[in-house]
T-cell receptor
Framework: ELKVEQNPLFLSMQEGKNYTIYCNYSTTSDRLYWYRQDPGKSLESLFVLLSNGAVKQEGRLMASLDTKARLSTLHITAAVHDLSATYFCAVDPSTGNQFYFGTGTSLTVIP | DSGVTQTPKHLITATGQRVTLRCSPRSGDLSVYWYQQSLDQGLQFLIQYYNGEERAKGNILERFSAQQFPDLHSELNLSSLELGDSALYFC???????????????FGDGTRLSIL
């Protein structure tokens, strides 16, 4: 069974600091997605990574994909309180018909 | 606004009952996905439909069923409800079939189901 693991599960960081969330998956895939979810709200698409070495940046967030290592990272630069949310990665395998979501990383940015 | 519409937003019912959740995908999207999100289970994929056909099944209980209609809206039917079915149920849609495109899934706001 395909596994998608995120580390850490919980992250508390101070404003202005940098940190990285890791997403490891156990199958071949060239497509990986990052989502953000605010408490009690829907999931919002952040990044679509479609090939090995893909890097996308939006504001203080940057996502990358290494398909050979089956690893994606979400890097947070100079965190601000508005980034507090739960972040999910999702893998779209080369075979099969479903997305596999990671466990989520709950990020709290402390002023 | 993702363009995916789910109704109702909240649903409160009792054990043993049956409910229907409804989802209208974004205009032009042919795939519909259903997910269950609870505190202890996380985000669980239930089922996917593409252009009216069932395409993938995940951790969906036999008490649950779904269908996608010719106008592409979808319904998730939950029967013989148990306390453990209390969760947030999301519908998502995408343009193509999973595994064939490069588009993310777009999520609705969810239906919060509470079983008393």
């Amino acid at each position: 069974e395909l596994k998608v693991e995120q580390n850490p599960l919980f992250l508390s960081m101070q404003e202005g600091k940098n940190y990285t969330i890791y997403c490891n998956y156990s199958t071949t895939s060239d497509r990986l997605y990052w989502y953000r979810q605010d408490p009690g709200k829907s999931l919002e698409s952040l990044f679509v990574l479609l090939s090995n070495g893909a890097v996308k940046q939006e504001g203080r967030l940057m996502a990358s994909l290494d398909t050979k290592a089956r690893l994606s990272t979400l890097h947070i630069t100079a965190a601000v309180h508005d980034l507090s949310a739960t972040y999910f990665c999702a893998v779209d395998p080369s075979t099969g018909n479903q997305f596999y979501f990671g466990t989520g990383t709950s990020l709290t940015v402390i002023p | 606004d993702s363009g995916v519409t789910q109704t109702p937003k909240h649903l409160i019912t009792a054990t043993g009952q049956r409910v229907t959740l409804r989802c209208s995908p974004r205009s032009g999207d042919l795939s519909v996905y259903w997910y269950q999100q609870s505190l202890d289970q996380g985000l669980q994929f239930l089922i996917q439909y593409y252009n009216g056909e069932e395409r993938a099944k995940g951790n969906i209980l036999e008490r649950f069923s779904a269908q996608q209609f010719p106008d592409l809206h979808s319904e998730l039917n939950l029967s013989s409800l148990e306390l453990g079915d209390s969760a947030l149920y999301f519908c998502a849609s995408s343009v193509g079939d999973s595994g064939t495109g490069n588009q993310p899934q777009h999520f609705g706001d969810g239906t919060r189901l509470s079983i008393l």
